[in-house]
């Protein structure tokens, strides 16, 4: 048998165990027919980035909703893999090009995807190696890419249904355009922030008039682009406008004044200029009333031929040359501070244009509405249920969703535009299909081009539950076993974005919910509750964590300081305090194999198999029934609260049982047992060392999925039956004596009022004291267990008086109660010096009534409580009360020793 280390030394620990249980295929599920099993897919992160908090919290809880499922012996599956992020993967490559002097358009795009490929190579598995530090035992045998050629054959599957179904279409309408990126982004890649800005008033001249209507704006270069000046109907500043024409500064051109109920009246001058080319908003006012959409943007944020003389000129720059320009003809009013809420984008920061632009889109009404169903049914659950109301309102007022993205890298739009018309042209699965079709079609003499554009990432993202499991092969065994899936966890933030349309497509193409669960977690915040960001400089790195204090540190913490839903303020101290708890667990599992050495190899493996029934139980003396009951009762409770999705309360729960229970109570009442005898296999002491191994061995076997490491490696040193915790069974709960636990809970009771009582006598820790102690109808436990008592409460022995009424004695003593009737006096003479203590309670007393004297005197001032701010006085009148408190406690202690 080994020994255990002195100390714990996660660095050494956590790589070997991974490494071992991985090499021993236990993350690779067997498919049984006969069980249901148990599937999560991983919420694939971009291939080419680094760990951060987020992982480290998802990682954490389908770790352990993963290890809990394999223990319980249902064949469980956790599919790892990583997202192409096209947007994200393709800025970092041109980010290098241009270190090199080149961009995309330089190498063209075969080249550049050549480029992407050798990066992602590079680059790709460093996160897949970060999750294995944190113990993911995903199986690693199924990793997925959302490139790969099965899920990219998926995805043009996917498209081509849509399309055939009339939900894919090519429209024009407005949407984010990220200029140096040059493409259009998702509304989830768009962040906005407040920030400080400029609200400019000019004026819009009447035709043929002097008069003007007064208008702000944020954007001024925007008014070459404007279609008309739109007025709410009831204001009667500009009722007798609606209907006339106004002049278009500076570049002369006509538009009329329209009436529209959405104007915001208290904005501004309560008149609003329409640029529907590149707001939404009036975009929304252009299709209600017919009006024009000028574009006076290129796809760079240059100005276009529309914009007149400023054609060419930057955005910015041009909004400073016509300001310039309408300032000397007159048309300025004033200029004022304003903060303005700022489009930018997520990947580069840059200001995003609202532009409009042809593009592909999804027609979502006729996949929401079955979503809607599966919620609202109970098909699928989201934890925790709140978050419905989000899902509702997201999917009651879903709009149509721009999938093209004018990037390279991605999935290739599977469209083929026929002899260069962009109004001509076939969907197919390939290029072969597509010159077959375009033949039908089209007659036998075409040429087809396929559409540049890639797709949207979330498109290929909404298939992941089943394309990972090999749709659209529906034969293939992985996906008529695994599919649906469990459970999808993930942040509550992608809630619409990614999750709502994994459950649209999941019921589109395979008539099933992709998952019956949605488990969102919070996001991971600050020790102030602020969110980590660089700026702030309050990042903190999971893998700096994991390498100062392990883990399973990081993992507890994550998994028991939060909720369902909740943010989670993260400090370094709650982790330290994580940290301290698997030394903790070290140090109980060394204190029981330490106490196993004296066995023989027969007499160690004989533990693994003790089991404790309602007559083993029974049989138990009062200690050893409480603890043994106690385990019992923790596994059901945290059974319970695994099964509910509880993870926080079942690992609090452990942690309080271990800590506060056995290692303060049954370790310390053992040591009676096993030290008692000088014969190391006495009754006694075998009787101990049973039950020390019993409840240790299933404790680690609950705390498992949460501290993985430290659990394997004690687990290995104890008795056990099988190769591995990882694969051992869940354990099962037994009988639970309660009349035990409630005796037991009341002698720990006594004890904690004596060793009270020692603390606030300062009573040295080895001094031994007398009791007199009244059990009630204890009094046969404490007589049966009375050096189990002596042990805990510090006592001396020969003076320590049993009784079931206990008699205050004649001497002056301390007398201390507990639940149940239970008491003791605790004659002082054994607590305490009486001479020096009353020496030192007499000097104390004198010091505490100078101090009462002095903020008397200074309550007495009329001066201070006159002038001094109320707090200061109130604060002087607590520190009075404060200190008088502590006096009469001195005077009451001393009146005590005055008797002795």
Known sequence: MSTLPKVYNPRETEQRLYRWWEERGYFTPEIDWSKKPFVISMPPPNVTGGLHMGHAMFVTLEDLMTRYHRMKGDPTLWLPGTDHAGI?????????????????????????????????????????????????????????????????????????????????????????????????????????????????????????????????????????????????????????????????????????????????????????????????????IAQRHNLPIINIMNQDATLNENA?????????????????????????????????????????????????????????????????????????????????????????????????????????????????????????????????????????????????????????????????????????????????????????????????????????????????????????????????????GNVIDPLEVIEKYGADALRFTLATGSAPGQDINLSMERIEGSRNFANKIWNMGRFVVSNLEALSGEERDALADVTFGPDELAALPLPERWIVSRIHQLIAEVTDHMEAFRFGEAGRAIYHFLWDEFADWYVEASKTRLYADENPRGQRAMMARRVLVYVLERALRLLHPFMPFVTEELWQHLPHRGEALIVAPWPESGPADEEAIRRFEAFKDLVRAIRNARTEYNVEPGRRIAAIVG?????????????????????????????????????????????????????????VDVARERERLQKQLAEIEAEVERHRQRLANQNFLEKAPPHIVEGARQALRDAEARLAKVKEQLALLAGS
């Open 775 to 831: 059990a009630d109808d204890l009094l046969e436990d404490f007589e049966a267990e009375k050096d189990v008592f002596v042990f805990l409460a510090r006592l001396d022995e020969a003076k320590l008086e049993l009784h079931r009424r206990a008699e205050r004695p004649a001497e002056q003593a301390v007398h201390v109660v507990a639940r149940d009737g239970l008491e003791a006096y605790l004659p002082l003479a054994g607590l």
């Open 308 to 536: 007149g003389p400023y054609a060419s000129l930057d955005r910015f720059e041009a909004r400073k040359k016509l300001w310039e320009d309408m300032e000397r003809a007159g048309l300025t009013i004033k200029t004022e501070p304003y903060t303005m809420r700022v489009p930018r984008s997520q990947r580069g920061g840059e200001i995003i244009e609202p532009l409009i632009s042809t593009q592909w889109f999804v027609k979502m009404k006729p996949l929401a509405e079955p979503a809607l169903r599966a919620v609202r049914d109970g098909t699928i659950r989201i934890i925790p249920k709140r978050f419905e109301k989000v899902y509702f309102h997201w999917l009651e007022n879903i709009r149509d969703w721009c999938i093209s993205r004018q990037l390279w890298w991605g999935h290739r739009i599977p469209v083929w535009y026929v002899n260069g018309r962009e109004d001509e042209f076939v969907v197919a699965h390939n290029e072969e299909e597509a010159y077959q079709k375009a033949r039908e079609k089209y007659g036998p003499d075409v040429k087809l081009e396929q559409d540049p554009d890639v797709l949207d990432t979330w498109f290929s993202s909404a298939l992941w539950p089943f394309s990972t499991l090999g749709w659209p092969d529906e034969d293939k065994e992985d996906y008529r076993y695994f599919y649906p899936t469990t459970v999808m966890e993930t942040g509550y933030d992608i809630l619409f974005f990614w999750v709502a349309r994994m459950i649209m497509a999941g019921l589109e193409f395979t008539g099933k919910p992709p998952f019956y669960i949605v488990y969102l977690h919070g996001l991971v915040r600050d020790a102030k509750g602020r969110k980590m960001s660089k700026t702030l």
């Open 88 to 284: 994200a993967t393709q800025l970092q490559v041109e980010k290098e090009l241009a270190k090199e002097g080149k961009t995309r358009w330089d190498l063209g795009r075969e080249a550049f995807e050549a480029r992407v490929w050798a990066w992602k190579e590079k680059y790709g598995g460093y996160i897949t190696q970060q999750l294995r530090r944190l113990g993911a035992s995903c199986d690693w045998t199924r990793e997925k890419f959302t490139l790969d050629p099965d899920l990219s054959r998926a995805v043009i599957e996917a498209f081509v249904r849509l399309y055939e179904k009339g939900l894919i279409y090519r429209g024009t309408y407005m949407v984010n355009w990220s200029p140096n990126l040059q493409t259009a982004v998702s509304d989830l890649e768009v962040e906005y922030s407040e920030e400080p800005g400029t609200l400019y008033y000019f004026k819009y001249m009447l035709k043929g008039s002097d008069e003007y209507i007064p208008v702000a704006t944020t954007r001024p270069e925007t008014i070459l682009g404007d279609t008309a000046v739109a007025v709410h109907p009831e204001d009667e500043r500009y009722q007798k406008y609606i209907g006339k024409t106004v002049i278009v500064p500076i570049l002369g051109r006509e538009i009329p004044v329209i009436a529209d109920e959405s104007v915001d009246r208290e904005f501004g001058t309560g008149a609003l200029k329409v640029t529907p080319g590149h707001d939404p908003h009036d975009y929304e």
